[in-house]
């Protein structure tokens, strides 16, 4: 999942600063008759005004633009589930909004993250499954972080504690869930001996 918080983080570090000096060129620029006109105004007061409004107008900038990349993204990849097309295919509609890299590591990410989704739900509906277990291709190639969560069983509205839910763990997480069916004989011989 896009860490929203980060990445709103990461863009008002990264425009606040062009904002804020944008800003106080234009007020250098608007104070510029000053002078001429015998008027003695406190540069400190308009920094401290233009800073206060570049801060403000910087935060409501980075809420819009991550309102309109969630948005792409959710309608992206709801109409890239619905086609039935490859991976690829949703990797090049994502790739102009967020370039190449970007949009595979969110192409795999948010696929795994629909597919688990799907599952509980599903298992949910069914009305059978209570329970869910997390499985890695448990090889060389298994991270760090899932190495530790494969088998790890949980409810279906569990969150696998390190992992905080289902998959994916983390950006490009290829794990995926498979559901825990109790056998009767199991619920049976649990009420007797229990």
Do not use: K
């Not at 001429?36 to 105004?41: P, R």
């Not at 990849?77 to 949703?90: M, N």
């Not at 530790?148 to 509205?157: E, F, K, Y």
């Amino acid at each position: 999942m896009i860490d929203w918080a980060a990445e709103s983080e990461a863009l008002f570090d990264l425009l606040y600063p062009l904002v804020v000096d944008a800003g106080i060129d234009g007020a250098r620029s608007g104070l510029a008759f000053a002078p001429l006109a015998g008027i003695d105004i406190d540069f400190t007061l308009v920094n401290r005004a233009v800073e206060d409004w570049a801060r403000r107008y910087t935060f409501d900038l980075v809420s819009a633009i991550n309102e309109t990349g969630r948005t792409f993204l959710q309608e992206t990849v709801s109409a890239w589930t619905a086609s039935g097309e490859p991976l690829s295919a949703l990797t090049e509609t994502l790739t102009p909004m967020f370039g190449p890299v970007r949009a595979d590591m969110i192409g795999v990410t948010e696929v795994t993250r629909a597919f688990a989704q799907g599952n509980v739900e599903a298992w949910r509906a069914a009305g059978v499954i209570e329970q869910m277990q997390w499985n890695t291709a448990n090889d060389d190639l298994v991270c760090p972080i899932c190495e530790p969560l494969n088998g790890m069983t949980d409810a279906l509205d569990g969150d696998f504690n390190e992992a905080g839910g289902p998959p994916p763990a983390h950006v490009r997480c290829l794990c995926w869930l498979s559901p825990v069916v109790v056998q009767e004989a199991e619920v049976e011989q649990g009420a007797e001996g229990g």
